[in-house]
């Protein structure tokens, strides 16, 4: 479970500073009289919109989807991955697209296609930092 938090913190870090290279303007292209965000702001703004989606709604359903692979059981562990890959990708769509439902009643409009795309991407960041993790700090194992 703690593994799951840091896992999205460290995501949705990642996820904003990466969010923001893009919406930042560079000093030389800046014009007068006109006000931009630092990188830093557009940084600490960005988290504070991704911190609670990536903490609250990505581990609960990390939680869901991990607890659904053990169900199944698989043996082979390239399904695992593309179960995973799948799953994920798609519960963050359904998550962005239910924050977009949220916000606006509007469904189905081009920008809420687009804010499901981040939601995978934001989705798949995790699982693939959560999966870096296992090989970053390896569990000592008790032998008895």
Avoid: D
Wanted: proline share 2%; net charge positive.
């Amino acid at each position: 479970m703690i593994r799951k938090v840091v896992a999205a913190l460290i995501s949705s870090l990642l996820f904003c500073v990466v969010l923001a290279w893009f919406s930042y303007t560079p000093v030389a292209q800046q014009q007068t009289n006109t006000y931009y965000w630092s990188f830093f702001s557009l940084v600490v703004v960005y988290l504070i919109y991704a911190i609670p989606v990536y903490v609250v709604g990505g581990v609960s359903v990390s939680i869901l989807i991990e607890a659904l692979n053990r169900q199944i059981a698989w043996a082979n562990p390239v399904i695992v991955y593309l179960f995973r890959f799948i799953a994920y990708a798609v519960a963050g769509a359904l998550l962005m697209t239910l924050l977009q439902f949220g916000v606006s009643i509007k469904l189905l409009t081009s920008r809420s296609l687009f804010s499901a795309g981040f939601g995978m991407l934001a989705s798949l960041l995790y699982l693939h930092v959560w999966l870096v993790s296992f090989q970053v700090v390896k569990e000592k194992r008790r032998v008895w």
